[in-house]
């Protein structure tokens, strides 16, 4: 748990931001058990026209990309000079189970990299890294962890690799019962990991909206296995868990979700979904070309809820160039 004294402080100019991250990933099956092999990249051609709907409302995208993705050519060819030329990021994101070196036992556990041995972890990251790098003729500063898997060892991997923001912590959430990491206590605000190598924490944004909100934390894991508890008090305005993404969220929802960051002075919401999500059929949150539509609909009232809010988008550059050492 961070102390006071660990919170990034920003220059005052920098106000209150947003980043849209985005899970760049192989497609597979989330119902079934993860393997090496039964994936596609069949929705890659696809982020040509996320890039181009961002760059038509100026927003520069973070795109978290894993092994898989980072082999496939077209990724390059879409994103490439968008990446070169500033209106798009690469970042890493790793998914053990299809990053080479494949030293370890596939399984559950193993899927967090964070659990791996720490020398098998770091070559796994450096190996993705290196690729991503070669791909897209930068270096990535970002990272993410798979299944938001990090564990002892990452913080040293990351600062000694040069990144500068880890954004795995998905506060409010608890990964344990499957052998992930617990993030529910954590805070919202991004933090240093490792204040001398200029390594901070950006987390995503999750936040509890409700009449008894401020004993969400307290209250909601004690739900976890009443679901329909939860759902009753979310209809009755009493207690609801939102994070700040279009799966499984309506904007209705994401939109109380903003005001909740704002009213609790979160400098920095941070936006995600997976990269599969933007080809019907490849996620259960977007089944067919109306869902796709509504999809992208979400994004623009979410964006235009934004601008109204005073909120501007940034990116990896600004933050690291407005976080105060």
């Given at each position: 748990m961070p102390k006071d004294t660990d919170f990034v402080r920003f220059d005052p100019a920098f106000g209150t931001r947003f980043v849209l991250t985005i899970d760049t990933e192989e497609e597979f099956d989330w119902s079934k058990p993860l393997d090496r092999t039964s994936h596609g990249l069949d929705h890659v051609p696809r982020l040509a026209k996320f890039q181009q709907f961002c760059e038509g409302l100026n927003i520069v995208p973070i795109y978290l990309i894993d092994y898989p993705v980072a082999n496939d050519p077209r990724a390059a060819e879409v994103l490439g000079e968008a990446v070169k030329a500033g209106r798009a990021e690469v970042g890493v994101q790793l998914h053990p189970w299809v990053s080479p070196p494949h030293d370890e036992t596939l399984n559950v556990h193993?899927?967090?990299?964070?659990?791996?041995?720490?020398?098998?972890?770091?070559a796994k990251f450096r190996k993705l890294r290196d690729t991503i790098e070669h791909a897209f003729g930068t270096a990535p500063l970002i990272y993410r962890a798979g299944r938001y898997g990090i564990g002892p060892a990452t913080a040293s991997i990351l600062s000694e690799c040069g990144v500068a923001i880890d954004t795995s912590v998905r506060s409010r959430f608890d990964y344990s019962a499957?052998?992930?990491?617990?993030?529910?206590?954590?805070?919202?605000?991004?933090?240093?990991?490792?204040?001398?190598?200029?390594?901070?924490?950006?987390?995503?944004?999750?936040?509890?909206?409700?009449?008894?909100?401020?004993?969400g934390q307290r209250i909601y894991p004690a739900l976890w296995r009443v679901p329909r508890l939860r759902g009753a008090l979310a209809r009755l305005g009493l207690l609801e868990r939102i994070p700040l993404t279009p799966e499984?969220?309506?904007?209705?929802?994401?939109?109380?979700?903003?005001?909740?960051?704002?009213?609790?002075?979160?400098?920095?919401?941070?936006?995600?979904?997976?990269?599969?999500?933007?080809?019907?059929?490849?996620?259960?949150?977007?089944?067919?070309?109306?869902?796709?539509?509504?999809?992208?609909?979400?994004?623009?009232?979410?964006?235009?809820?934004?601008?109204?809010?005073?909120?501007?988008?940034?990116?990896?550059?600004?933050?690291?160039?407005?976080?105060?050492?």
């Open positions: 193993n899927s967090f990299a964070g659990n791996l041995p720490a020398e098998l972890e770091r499957s052998g992930g990491p617990n993030f529910r206590d954590l805070p919202l605000r991004p933090w240093w990991i490792d204040k001398r190598d200029g390594l901070i924490e950006m987390p995503l944004t999750t936040v509890f909206w409700g009449l008894l909100r401020k004993q499984g969220v309506t904007l209705e929802e994401a939109i109380k979700g903003i005001d909740m960051a704002l009213d609790d002075q979160v400098p920095i919401l941070v936006f995600s979904f997976h990269s599969p999500s933007l080809r019907p059929g490849l996620t259960p949150y977007v089944r067919d070309e109306t869902a796709l539509d509504e999809f992208y609909d979400w994004w623009r009232g979410v964006f235009a809820y934004l601008a109204k809010r005073g909120v501007k988008p940034t990116h990896v550059s600004e933050i690291i160039a407005a976080a105060q050492v």
